[in-house]
């Protein structure tokens, strides 16, 4: 009787505080103290550290940063900015000019080109980097073959500095043009240019006045997208060897212990990202681009001509030759024996031993086993925050649904470097966030590091799934007597799970193949794969080197495969 | 079985109005409707019996227990959704135990519920399939098979038959009535359709912008329309509007133009409109109150319009200033054409005076 009254006074109470319009209040705060504890807190430590340097406070650091004396930071801002700018340019037109080809022409060859111009996707940044320079470097394989065969004193071209960069940037983006361009052009109504001819437009009028207003949108969307990543590059630049630039000046001012500098670079790299993340999403809150039409099938344009028809297939052979030849020459390394590859074109002599080495060498499979091991603790952490997110997102109304979509999507805006120097910044001293720990030096850190790197990753994708689940799905499981716990466990759960799925694997690989953040906080006994790469190249471990970066590459290949199949094609919309 | 009361309950949104002041007592397994046009408030007075929302006034009670701001899986109310709500990852039969399974009933107690509940609704067959794989008409059964099965005090059926086509609905509707009354379940239905709240229904509520227009069982809607709204939103009417020139006992006459007065009797079970000589009245014909040839309330006209449907023949025709809609049930008479004249009379009991 007695623990009756009590149970239904409990019962009582319980209700009164979850239909208070304030009960999600406490359910959302969570997320916000997550966000502030990995995400702000960081940033304003490292705001703080170049406000208060060891000379006192100031904005002295600024001052020097902008200095007329030494410019250094001024050219690397400059050449950052330049190079940004030429990327999102070759990116444009590499990407616009693939899209039309593939989606407006049929040709021989169409169809395995269409599936190939994804390839950059499946290159883990470090490893494309890498192969480029094999293949095109000073020493690469493709100068020295043009070399030998035309007989020529020294190489007759060679990637090298800021074209290099470039090369590697238009290699690596122009996909986010040909992702948007071709779902724009599919979305084209094919009579609304038929409209325009019978009304009498010639071919170049159409382009002007139908087709190109109509990419606009898209255009607009990925040219900020390709700055914004051009701007946080940093493997390219190093392995280039181009050191002015905001990335390259932030690592080095660090290895040379000027850390004060090293935040104020940072938080004004920080603050271009950023500013770059909220015209995008005010450019995509006021036109919405998105591929109206469906199932409208694209008219392709038969080649007549046989001239056209052979141009056309050796140009695509041409296409499929530079789309393979990064991996294909990863393939062919990670057979080669370290240290015998010197001054021929390619390797001379060949191996297994480096993949039976991979996983049964304690020292090479250490780095693969400690990548795994990190890269699963920030995607649980990922999963729990990104599917919370998305619901409280989705499904609940609160003031300051903005606040919290735009904190999420910072870490994805922020160059890795920073959020590196953020990570340091705050956890080299205990804090709260931390529970008091020094996390620096510890297993712990680049966990964290992955975690808010990918923290919109899995949010992005569940809040997708979520948006199509319609909500009176989860009224019937209410109707039929079920709790919010079990509706959540037994419906939303179910019904997003491709999308929780799809941005888990994503987050896995993505973990796996982390190297931009790694480099600056990873400690020795923690060392993952991308560095271990990286320490490889430097040691002349070629074959070692590749074979890690094909392992890498297959992981990706299977988890873009499978997010396809989970998302009926539209993993574009996940990453 | 439950009776629902709601006592006088308003929901606003915001500021925008939701419903206003709805007061309702739906008895122990009446079939009771809700009919309106779209916006009315249908759904969010429905939603609120359901739990989904919280009226921003007033109460509500199933049998005497005060239900206001309990959540909605505790109310044991069994719901059938506008577009189903089906749970796409599970089969039908996994669909129609999940509420058995949310009561923790053992496995063997759930499959002969479940199984039960499907040859209820004729879907023995289709235990294993996904919902994906069944046509309108099957999802819409097991979504009223996983209502019923959970045995509930209330069923609240939100549109249930807007998706399907015309033939489905008319079978559907015969099917919803006959579980209903099958299991004497106490059921809140909602819908635009006047010819469904008709037929199935024992009483109707008819709403407008929010507010309750009339309460009543499907003749009283029918024959003895509250107002100018209800009149025409049911059925077809012509209203009119004339002047009262005499009085005499419960009978009255009204002028509406010199070519076409009427004359009516005051219906003593209803609340009288309040009726002077001299003064403005508002009243409806139903189009089937018109005959043709002659009688009480003789009216001349010219036809302008003719429509044959089969089961009748629809004039439209011009008397005086006003234009009359008139069916004629199809007896193989007659039909006349666009231009002539028609005479028709109309019964006294066929002139029904708005009160408003
Ligand atoms: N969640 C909401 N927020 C704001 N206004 C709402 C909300 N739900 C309903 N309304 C408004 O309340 C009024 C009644 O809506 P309701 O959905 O109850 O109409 P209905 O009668 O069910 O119409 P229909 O036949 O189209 O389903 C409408 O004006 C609608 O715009
Ligand atoms: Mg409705």
Known sequence: MNTNQTASQQESWWSRLTQSKYFIYILISPLFLVLLAYVIYPFYQTFIQSVVGTEGAGIGNYKRFFSLESTANLEALWTSIYISVISVITCAIVGVTMAFLIERYEFPGRKILSILVLVPMALPPLVGVLSFTFLYGESGIIPRSLQALFNLESVPFSLKGITGVIVVHTFTMYTYFYLTASAAIKGLDPSLEEAATSLGSGRIRIWIKVI??????AMVASSLLVFMIAMASYTAPLMFGVERTMTMQIYLSRTNGNLDMAATQSTILSIVSISFLILMRWYQGRRNFQNQSKGISVHRTE?????????????SFIGVIILMLPILVLVLISFSVDGEWTIQIIPPAYTFDHYIALFTDERTWRPIWNSLQMSFVATIGNILFGVAAAYAMIRTRFKGKALLDILIM???ALPGTVVAVNLIAAFSEPSVFSFNQVLIGTFWILPLAYFVRHLPLIFRST????MQMDQSVEEAARSLGANWWYTFRRVVVPMAFSGILAGTLLAMVQGLGEFVA?????????????????????AFQFGTACAYGVLQILLIIFVLFISQKLTNGKAGAVI | MKSVRLDNVSKMFGTAKGVENVAIDVKPGEFFTFLGPSGCGKTTTLRMIAGFYYPTKGKIFFDNRDVTTLQPNKRNIGMVF??????PHMTVFENIAFGLEVRKLSKAVIKEKVERAQKLVHLDKYGNRKINELSGGQQQRVALARALVIEPDILLLDEPLSNLDAKLREETRLEIKRLQVELGVTTIYVTHDQTEAMTMSDRIMVMKEGVVQQIGSPQEIYNKPANHFVASFIGEANMLEGEVIEISGSTVKVKVDSDLQVEGVLDPSADKP?????????LSIRPEAIFEGQGQNQLHGTIQ?????????NYLVKVGSATLKVMIINKGNQILNRGDSISLYVPEKGVYFINE
């Open chain 1, 212 to 217: 190109l207003p109509m990419l606009t949108p």
């Open chain 2, 82 to 87: 506008q577009n189903y709500a089906l749970f």
């Open chain 1, 518 to 538: 790694s480099i600056l906080i990873y400690s020795t006994s923690t060392m993952p794969l991308s560095v271990a790469i990286f320490q490889k190249m430097y």
């Open chain 2, 305 to 313: 319009l003719v429509e044959f449907t089969g089961v009748s023949i």
């Open chain 1, 410 to 412: 910072i870490p994805w």
């Open chain 1, 303 to 315: 080649l007549r001509t046989p001239f056209m028809k052979y141009l056309s297939m050796f140009l």
């Open chain 2, 274 to 282: 309040k009726l002077e000589v001299g003064k403005k009245v508002k």
């Open chain 1, 463 to 466: 809040s997708a799934a979520l």
